[in-house]
């Protein structure tokens, strides 16, 4: 079984949390803030992962055990390397509150 981690509450030590079958476990390459409530980031792109203009993948975070997904739109072009989502900052949003924070080389699963 695939797991990840993330830090407890205490930040010392790190929570392993499975990965759920048919889910790709991606890793953050760059993430931009715009404004206090738009950012951006890029993920690695899984090899066989096809998609055309204009679809959706769901996204989560590996931070519980039975993660929050939402529908994000790819936003980077179909033959790109990676894959490109915008989103909105939600201060207490189940998903955005964390999303949000996000840094170069964390996880993020698709």
């Known amino acids: 079984m695939n797991t990840t981690s993330a830090l407890n509450l205490a ?29 951006s980031f890029r993920i690695t792109r899984p090899q066989s992962l096809r998609f055309r203009s204009g679809e959706f993948v769901m996204i989560g975070l590996p931070n519980a055990e039975k993660p929050i997904f939402r529908a994000y739109s790819v936003a980077s072009p179909a033959w790109d390397d990676e894959l490109e989502f915008f989103s909105i900052k939600v201060p207490d949003g189940p998903l955005t509150s964390e999303l949000q924070k996000i840094e170069v080389g964390d996880t993020v699963i698709m």
């Open 11 to 39: 930040g010392a030590k790190p929570l392993q949390f499975p990965i759920p079958a048919n889910v790709y476990a991606e890793t953050v390459v760059s993430v931009k803030h715009y404004t206090d409530r738009l950012f």
